[in-house]
């Protein structure tokens, strides 16, 4: 087993300078997963190098692709896939290995992929995946803590409203659409960047889908022998510059993060804005730099292009330095306020009030020893720890690894003074 490790940080540093941001999680795990459609060698460039994708090169290596890696560019091939199942051990390690689900029955009729449990995200079903897919013919079973995909009658176009716009339920719809004869159209749809991104890769393998990035996508059904593997740039990650954002709008900055399109992150950027800082856009960056104290704001989070719910801790952190009050709303997931109450060690004041948060802003923090709860709780945690008054450890960062490549390294290189050593106690 490797030994775990930590972050120390000595806080009090100032942040300048600039970052680029790496390709978008959520966009190359799908990516990936869609790469089973091409049966062959797909190239998909702008990959991040982090664990989550580590991961789904495994879920793919077990039904019997190929998978090598250069730098940040993956190939995989497909060709030679012929296993449906993804085992319990890689479902429960990330959630995301759900998303072959669609690309598995669209290519082969069928697909068999352990059910998530349940995660500190809350309840996470996955209902609307399976009723989007159940809608274009595919009959599923539970069997053993599995879910297992048939399609005795073969794939047929149909008309799906989703009751949430959920990411995960309209890619797995939309990929698995792709081979279903005639017409697919999808009501209700997720709108988030990532979702455009993956129906751009689908096209570019011979797919017919339209209207990615609104409410309403339509995808006309090919022949699975209609598809071919292709290559594809990933999208930068929207989640990881709003993050370096935060930085910047914490420590004053001014603070550019390059390899994004503004366009992703408006509703953040409203909010950073409102909170007193300068942003200024390019073509694909992003400067934030403030003058003033930080000024209190009320943030709900929304389905795209509402306000991100990956971005709600980082702005829970800059609440809690405001001038003010703010209220946090989770809209899009239960328990997902575990930020705060490791945050609140750190000098904080935030009560939590069902999906509220009450964020009553102080003027420092102190650093402590506290842990990652989940990928963007660990984020923000080091972020704190950068601006607090003395020394912060941050515990558990292998969630911090899931999600962010070389966060401390890019953190360094704008100022920050922090280090990854191996954790003494492996209690945290
Ligand atoms: C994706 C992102 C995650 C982000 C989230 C919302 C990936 C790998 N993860 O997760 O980082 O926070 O979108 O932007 O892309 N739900 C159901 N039934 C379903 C599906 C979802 O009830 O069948 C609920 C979930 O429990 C949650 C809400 O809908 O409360 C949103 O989930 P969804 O949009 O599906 O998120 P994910 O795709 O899991």
């Known amino acids: 087993m490797l030994t775990a490790e930590m972050i120390v940080i000595e806080g009090g540093t100032p942040l300048r300078g600039t970052v680029r941001v790496s390709g978008a999680k959520n966009s190359a795990l799908k990516l990936m997963a869609a790469s089973i459609l091409g049966n062959g060698p797909t190239t998909i460039t702008n990959v991040p190098i982090i664990s989550d994708i580590a991961v789904m090169a495994k879920v793919l290596e077990t039904l019997g692709a190929r998978v090598s890696r250069h730098d940040h560019t993956i190939e995989i091939d497909t060709a030679s896939v012929d296993k449906w199942e993804t085992p319990y051990e890689l479902v429960s390690k990330m959630r995301a290995s759900i998303s072959v689900l669609g690309p598995l029955v669209a290519r082969f009729g069928r697909a068999r992929v352990a059910m998530p449990g349940g995660c500190n995200l809350g309840a996470r079903k996955i209902d609307m995946h399976m009723l989007g897919m159940q809608a274009l013919g595919v009959q599923f079973k539970t069997d053993h803590g599995f879910i297992e995909a048939t399609t005795p009658e073969g794939l047929h176009g149909a008309y799906v409203s989703l009751d949430f716009p959920s990411v995960g339920a309209t890619e797995n719809t939309m990929m698995c659409a792709v081979t279903a004869q005639g017409t697919t159209i999808i009501e209700n749809a997720a709108r988030e960047p990532e979702i455009e991104d993956l129906a751009n890769m689908l096209n570019a393998m011979g797919a017919r889908v339209s209207g990615a990035g609104t409410s309403i996508i339509t995808i006309q059904g090919v022949s699975p022998e209609d598809l071919h593997p292709c290559q594809h740039a990933t999208c930068g990650d929207r989640i990881e510059a709003g993050t370096f954002l935060v930085a910047g709008a914490l420590c004053a900055g001014p603070v550019t993060v390059e390899g994004i399109d503004p366009s992703f992150l408006r509703m953040a950027l409203m909010k950073l804005q409102a909170m007193g800082c300068r942003v200024e856009c390019g073509e ?28 709600q801790a980082q702005f829970m952190l800059l609440c809690a330095l405001a001038d003010g009050n703010s209220v946090i709303s989770e809209n899009v997931f239960e328990n997902r306020f575990m930020f705060a109450a490791e945050i609140g060690r750190m000098g904080a004041d935030i009560s939590i009030d069902d999906h509220h948060a009450i964020v009553k802003g102080v003027k420092g923090l102190q650093g402590t020893a506290v842990k990652a709860t989940d990928l963007r709780c660990g984020a923000a945690l080091v972020l704190a720890g950068v601006y607090a008054e003395g020394t912060t450890t941050v515990h558990r960062i292998y969630h911090i690894d899931r999600g962010y490549e070389d966060y401390v390294g890019k953190l360094s290189a704008l100022g920050a003074n922090l280090r990854r050593v191996s954790d003494p106690d492996s209690e945290w």
């Open 284 to 311: 694909d960056s992003i400067t934030v730099s403030r003058m003033e104290p930080l000024k209190a704001t009320d943030i709900q989070t929304l389905p795209h292009p509402g306000f991100p719910t990956d971005l």
